[in-house]
């Protein structure tokens, strides 16, 4: 069932404003293009929070004067990609840093300067969205 702000899952009750805009904004997209209620939400929040990690100030305050989502809004189902979504999560070394970058991505959603802290973030992306974890060694093998 889509979400506004207003009406939306009792996970996001503590979140901060933009945050929870942003998370039903997702999760509302997430449903148009056939996710249950239960896969969306987690996957949403990760991503949120990912956005609002990563966007500039001006992104973010251009998000915030948008329209808020709202239950019957259209979501552009043509361009959306949930077999990415459905992807497994890989951490790998490159440019002196441990990447997290969901297979066939087109860039890492993170870096770190420990492997332990890409594993890591790398389980909790893969935890929401029900997929594998694969980590490589810094050769490029796969770990075992």
Do not use: C
């Amino acid at each position: 069932m889509p979400w506004d702000m207003n009406d939306y899952p009792v996970s996001l009750k503590n979140f901060d404003p933009l945050l929870r805009k942003k998370t039903i904004e997702i999760a509302n997209a997430l449903l148009a293009n056939g996710y249950e209620d239960d896969r969306a939400i987690p996957i949403a929040i990760s991503q949120a929070k990912s956005w609002i990690k990563d966007a500039s100030k001006d992104e973010k305050e251009s998000f915030d004067k948008e329209n808020n989502p709202k239950k019957n809004d259209h979501h552009d189902t043509s361009s959306a990609n949930p077999k990415l979504l459905n992807n497994p999560v890989e951490v790998f070394f490159e440019d002196d840093h441990w990447l997290v970058k969901t297979k066939e991505a087109k860039r890492a959603s993170e870096t770190f300067d420990k492997k332990t802290d890409a594993v890591n973030r790398a389980n909790e992306i893969a935890g929401n969205k029900d997929t594998e974890v694969i980590i490589y060694k810094k050769d490029g093998t796969r770990q075992h």
